[in-house]
T-cell receptor
């Protein structure tokens, strides 16, 4: 049972344009969501996160939007740069108000290619 | 902060052999996690430790898998009687109990296991 889904395996965007990566989840108990970026031969690197009490979080060129009613989140990258080319994973967790999470449930990833 | 390190980076073994991987978390991180990633999938949770206590194990972790974290520092993941289906990237991550960003886990580069 895939609780976190990324239905687009790949996305190609021109440099300078907006990249929008989507993620859907099924478990309504998830209360914290994260995006990780992964380059080949490296481990995932944390990018940005959002708590379920918010609907938007922004960090520089990266913005994450959360729509709890639709169980959907998206990552916007503006403007996209060639160095953003990587695989992006959406992840969800249960913080259970403990201040940290026991585990992350990941989607299958979206490969972003930013072209010149 | 030297990051999470894993050793070895690559391991090729024959079916039926035992293998052991090591993970050194970021110092002062009291939580340590193991994940497994296969081609085209996101990382899947295997187990995690808080200090030296193993608090949760996934049903993915069969009896052939065992993880330890003696003294709450480094951790080892052992796979006995390896099978071809064990071929994957094994990722280690660590986090602090009072991390400013709930759920943020710092990943190591992974150990790629190939079972022939």
């Amino acid at each position: 049972d895939q609780q976190v889904k990324q239905n687009s395996p790949s996305l190609s965007v021109q440099e300078g344009r907006i990249s929008i990566l989507n993620c859907d989840y099924t478990n309504s108990m998830f209360d914290y969501f994260l995006w990780y970026k992964k380059y080949p031969a490296e481990g995932p690197t944390f990018l940005i996160s959002i708590s379920s009490i918010k609907d938007k979080n922004e960090d520089g060129r990266f913005t994450v939007f959360l729509n709890k009613s639709a169980k959907h989140l998206s990552l916007h990258i503006v403007p996209s740069q060639p160095g953003d080319s990587a695989v992006y994973f959406c992840a969800a967790s249960l913080s259970l108000n403990t201040g940290t999470a026991s585990k992350l449930t990941f989607g299958t990833g979206t490969r972003l290619q930013v072209t010149l | 902060d030297t990051g999470v390190s894993q050793d070895p980076r690559h391991k090729i073994t024959k079916r039926g052999q035992n293998v052991t991987f090591r993970c050194d978390p970021i110092s002062e991180h009291n939580r340590l996690y193991w994940y497994r990633q296969t081609l085209g999938q996101g990382p899947e949770f295997l187990t995690y430790f808080q200090n030296e206590a193993q608090l949760e194990k996934s049903r993915l972790l069969s009896d052939r898998f065992s993880a330890e974290r003696p003294k709450g520092s480094f951790s080892t993941l052992e796979i006995q009687r390896t099978e071809q289906g064990d071929s994957a990237m094994y990722l280690c991550a660590s986090s602090r109990r009072t991390s400013g960003r709930v759920g943020e886990q710092f990943f190591g580069p992974g150990t790629r296991l190939t079972v022939l």
